[in-house]
């Protein structure tokens, strides 16, 4: 299927012409060619389509052209014309449309001119010119489409005038002269015709009419636009008339078929150029990033142009860094340096590569007048130009590959640096550039800068507000020059004054501004990385500053954003390439705290109250009930206050209890960051929720998390009124202070008794009086803490699985051993571990068994003793008692048996395994506990192992 647009719109196949009926379908179509291969955003295909009054179906009914246009062209795999965001994109081939054709075609022309050979030139070029079959898009008159069109028929008239130049520098001026008269009365203001034709006439000993043709010109511009002919044409009349335009020739004539010696007429001489703009004087740090560049330097035997992409979020230095390197190295390039911004991100439009090459051509020394039409023809004759060059091209600021890609040197010497802060992975791809990614400056490098700027004098007097600052700046290099160049500015004003500024979220963006620059100003900074977002990137990034945590999965994200999974991984990794957040493990993603903050205020300002409120809702329901999924697979045998939380709306699935396991250890900051988010706004049942599934939280030694959530969720039980939630979390933090040896762990464990007591909460109730019953038992307190366990062994028959009677039987027999009634220890021990191996409780039985073994350890059966502890370690290796101090309680238990036997290496890493878990686990008098063993392994021991108490506890077993 072959598409032309030089002239009316027509398609053809190898049948014959495709009719298009319909003229929005026959626009669309023309609209998606004026881009081949490029995606035409929808609000460009409506103006196209419509001019500037689409009606208020516009998209929808675009949408049902674009479907209706694939019928007509055979395109029902959708291969032709993809659906691509934000639009559509048509796939075309070079060879199947004219206008690639022609321009490919003008390309090769230059190509053949520059290398001197202009007889085949004028046959590229006219060939090209011969695909026109009149204007461009001839009839299809919206004014989108019209202006389109004029940049082809420009582009036309450009090659027209080359060709005619070639055409008498070969000596067929008597030919050019009648087309180009033609040409000159169609267009009567357009100088290079008229300079062409004067050139002709003048060639063809045609001096007056030469002359008429300047002064025709000069009498239109000066009627039509009040103007005189431009520098060029004057200078060609002044050379007429002095006959100095004219070639010498030797006879008069030239021989037929001979060709005079090239020349490049569109050079002039042009010095080296040398375009960086300058450096900063404190440039800080980036060692390794100088380090990288330095690498990539090209060798004298490289095969390919050197391109290194350098990405990083808007603010972090990507500029700076290139040019403080570039001046670094541009003496290793003797050919020039070249220096662009191409405004990707910032006020006004991008930059197109045209204009870029305009100035690149100029600078290599082409005359401007002489500068190519069309991006095609223009980058060929760059590539031209840099070839056999050393030169360094500096490209700063791109938005997308695309842009970039005309601006590429096409033979090896020369080295390209790129900033954007897209990742530009289409430059890696296809161009094999080298990606260096700039993250915010490391600690000591912010320290650095900010003395840099203040001085030493002032950092060394205020150096906990220096600190601060680089935290509330989140080490982004502009938000840590601008605040500390106004303390720098203002004596007056301390860097804790900016501080106070800083510390305040709802102004931190505002106290990072300088003046009227838009370019010292974090938040515009940010706001250009953000408004080349898609609506549906930007409303993901808008919701991730509602989140409360450090990082977020992406099921997380999906459900904040309330979309799928596999649609927000997508979303994420666009915002990711974008260095609006950056991945900190595999789907899981972050961003510093002004970004945070940036997208906080964009929230408020631009989603409803109802709309953040659903997304936080959505959030918390989706970490309440995986949390509780989790918890289930870790403890299955556990009785919870909360049975059935809330399901989301794309449930995450928990596997198994080492899939629970790494889903706690990676959201235990965001779980618990959750809580406090929900108690601070009052969504009480979500915090209540929590607070009754963070028990993973003693595994891995978070005692004061737990108790301060504990603390958090106390509140929210106390509003909401519910007398069994109070309970609850009085039991939680009334266990975790236990095991830190706390005095308040009683009172908040009896108040837990007493009130679920009160509302007759059976489970509450035995769990409370476990904890009691351990505590008062390691204060040696036995008798109470007996009545405690005996009340649980009356309470927990029939109640739960039977985990509670066998949890009652194991803590009888601890008191018994430490009583020294040691076959009552293995007669209570031995209940517990059968109703623990009945009910699949494999942490719980091991807890069982070195119950046990302390009884026959205190017989004096050490063999049998360690029977039964190995059986236990066995248990907890392959369950979760590597995880928490159910195995290292086995392990100091075994170890007591064979130092009793003499084996006193053995016990000693037994013991030192024991201590590295309790010390894991933040029971430092536990570890401390092993380490005096250890130290006194040499002496006998005066009796058995001293229980600690740590193997029951309600809320994990």
């Known amino acids: 299927m072959d598409f032309r647009v030089l002239g009316a719109l027509e398609v053809w196949t190898g049948c014959g012409r495709v009719l298009l009926p319909g003229a929005r379908r026959q626009r669309l179509l023309a609209a998606l060619l004026l881009a081949p291969n490029s995606v035409v955003p929808l609000s460009r295909l409506v103006e196209t389509t419509w001019d500037d009054e689409p009606p208020a179906t516009a998209v929808k009914q675009l949408r049902n052209s674009v479907s209706a246009l694939r019928d007509c062209l055979g395109d029902t795999g959708q291969g032709l014309i993809r659906t691509e965001e934000p639009g559509y994109r048509i796939c075309v081939g070079a060879e199947r449309l004219d206008s690639l054709r022609f321009a490919a075609g003008v390309a090769d022309s230059r190509r053949h001119a520059a290398e001197g050979r202009l007889d085949r030139a004028t046959q590229a070029i006219r060939s090209a010119l011969g695909l026109w079959r009149g204007p461009a898009l001839d009839g299809l008159g919206t004014a989108a489409l019209t202006r389109s069109a004029a940049r082809w028929d420009e582009q036309r008239l450009g090659a027209l005038e080359l060709c ?13 002269v009648d087309e180009l008269a033609d040409l000159v009365h169609d267009h009567p203001l357009r100088e290079g015709l008229h300079a062409q034709l004067m050139t002709a006439l003048d060639h063809c000993g045609r001096r007056a009419d030469a002359l008429q043709v300047f002064h025709r010109l000069r009498t239109s511009l000066a009627e039509e636009l009040g103007v005189g002919p431009g520098a060029d044409v004057r200078r060609l009349h002044e050379q007429i008339l002095r006959g100095e335009s004219r070639p010498r020739r030797d006879d008069g004539a030239r021989p037929f078929g001979a060709v005079p010696a090239p020349r490049k007429p569109f050079a002039v001489a042009s010095p080296v150029p040398r375009q960086l703009p300058q450096t900063i004087r404190d440039f800080t740090g980036r060692a390794d990033h100088l380090d990288a560049l330095d690498a990539l330097l090209p060798t004298a035997g490289g095969q390919a142009v050197v391109i290194s992409a350098l990405d990083g979020s808007g603010g972090v230095g990507k500029t700076t860094l290139a040019v403080h390197w570039a001046h670094r190295v541009q003496d290793r390039f003797p050919d020039g340096t070249l220096h662009t911004n191409l405004r990707g991100y910032g006020p006004g439009r991008p930059a197109s590569p045209d204009e870029v090459l305009d100035d690149f051509l100029v600078a290599l020394g082409v005359h401007p007048a002489a500068v190519p039409a069309g991006t095609g023809a223009r980058s060929g004759l760059f590539r031209t130009l840099a070839a056999g060059r050393r030169m360094l091209i500096v490209l700063d600021n791109a938005n997308s590959a695309e842009q970039v890609r005309p601006l590429l040197p096409g033979a090896p010497g020369c080295m390209v640096l790129v900033t954007s802060r897209d990742s530009l992975t289409g430059l890696v791809v296809t161009e094999a550039a080298h990606r260096l990614t700039l993250d915010v400056l490391s600690p000591a490098e912010a320290l650095s800068l900010i003395v840099g700027i203040i001085g030493p004098t002032r950092a060394q007097a205020e150096p906990a507000a220096v600190e601060d600052l680089i935290r509330l700046c989140a080490r982004l290099p502009l938000a840590l020059r601008i605040a500390a160049g106004r303390a720098a500015a203002y004596e007056q004003v301390s860097v804790a004054d900016i501080v106070t500024e800083l510390a305040e979220e709802d102004s931190r963006l505002d106290a990072l501004s300088w003046g009227q620059d838009p370019y010292a100003a974090v938040r515009n900074v940010l706001q250009w990385s953000y408004e080349q977002l898609t609506a549906s990137q930007a409303q993901l990034f808008r919701r991730l500053g509602l989140h409360p945590g450090p990082d977020i999965s992406t099921p997380a994200a999906a459900a904040l954003a309330h979309r799928p999974p596999r649609e927000t991984r997508q979303l994420l990794k666009s915002l990711a390439d974008a260095h609006l957040i950056e991945p900190s493990a595999h789907d899981r993603y972050r961003f510093h705290d002004l970004l945070r903050a940036y997208a906080d205020e964009l929230a408020g300002a631009q989603d409803t109250e109802d709309e953040r409120r659903h997304a936080l809702d959505a959030v918390l329901t989706w970490y309440t009930h995986t949390a509780h999924t989790a918890d289930r697979r870790l403890y299955p045998t556990c ?29 235990r900051a965001n779980l618990v960051a959750a809580l406090h988010h929900a108690v601070d706004r009052a969504m009480d049942r979500y915090a209540l929720h929590l607070v009754d599934a963070l028990g993973f939280l003693v595994l891995m030694g978070g005692w004061e998390e737990r108790i301060d959530t504990a603390t958090a969720g106390l509140r929210a039980a106390r509003r909401s009124g519910r007398t069994e939630h109070e309970a609850n979390v009085l039991l939680a933090r009334g266990e975790a202070l236990a095991h830190l040896r706390h005095a308040d762990a009683e009172p908040d464990l009896a108040r837990a008794c007493a009130l679920a007591q009160d509302v007759g909460n059976i489970h509450i109730q035995i769990a409370a009086r476990t904890e009691l019953g351990q505590l008062l038992r390691r204060q040696t307190r036995f008798t109470e803490a007996l009545h405690h366990f005996g009340e649980v062994r009356v309470l927990s028959p029939g109640f739960d699985t039977g985990r509670w009677e066998a949890v009652a039987e194991g803590n009888i027999a601890q008191l018994h051993a430490d009583l020294g009634n040691h076959r009552q220890a293995v007669d209570h021990g031995t209940r517990s571990a059968l109703l623990r191996r009945r009910i699949g409780d494999a942490d719980g039985e091991a807890c069982a068994l070195s119950a046990i073994a302390r009884g026959w350890q205190g017989i004096g059966d050490h063999d049998t003793a360690i029977i039964h502890c190995r059986r236990a370690i066995a248990l ?6 590597s995880h928490d101090e159910t195995l290292a309680w086995p392990l100091a238990v075994l170890a007591t048996s064979l130092h009793h036997l003499g084996r006193r290496s053995e016990a000693i890493a037994c013991w030192q395994e024991a201590a590295a878990i309790y010390t894991d686990r933040g029971l430092d008098a536990d570890a401390a506990a092993m380490h005096h063993h250890i130290r006194t392994a040499g002496h006998p021991l005066t009796g058995p192992y001293p229980a600690d108490g740590t193997a029951e506890r309600s809320l994990i077993r």
């Open 164 to 176: 005619a130049r070639w055409r008498t520098e070969l000596g067929e001026h008597h030919e050019v």
């Open 639 to 667: 009785t919870r206050l909360v049975t059935h939380p809330a399901e989301p709306a794309h449930p995450h699935p928990v596997a198994d209890r080492d899939h629970a396991w790494a889903w706690f250890t990676a959201e």
């Open 876 to 881: 907890g290796r392959a369950s979760l008692g």
